[in-house]
């Protein structure tokens, strides 16, 4: 037998990160601010951008990482054809 080809589409996965968590938790503490204390705004607020900030900044670089192009080797996908009249 012979050994399959190497793939020639690559998927990129992201690695894994705390930081969107971190946005929702800060999103969310300004939310509640705005009924309970305002200092819980401003804190929920900060966590959120400092974080949303650090969370594009790790993706750019993860982008910048990728191939700028990659060699496609497919097939084409068949055309489904009907059976002949009998």
């Known amino acids: ?5 190497r793939p020639t589409e690559l998927i990129y996965l992201t690695a894994p990160s705390v930081l969107p968590a971190l ?3 800060g ?3 300004a939310v509640v ?5 305002w200092p819980y705004s401003v804190a929920g607020g900060l966590i ?3 974080s949303l ?3 594009l900044r790790a993706n ?5 990482r990728m191939p700028i192009e990659q060699r496609l080797d497919t097939a084409p996908i068949p055309l489904s054809v009907a059976p ?3």
């Open 33 to 37: 601010g705005l009924y309970a204390w």
């Open 23 to 25: 946005v929702a938790i």
């Open 48 to 50: 959120a951008l400092v």
């Open 84 to 86: 002949p009249p009998e």
């Open 53 to 55: 900030i650090a969370w």
């Open 27 to 29: 999103l969310a503490a």
């Open 1 to 5: 037998m012979s050994e399959p080809r």
């Open 60 to 64: 750019r670089g993860e982008i910048s």
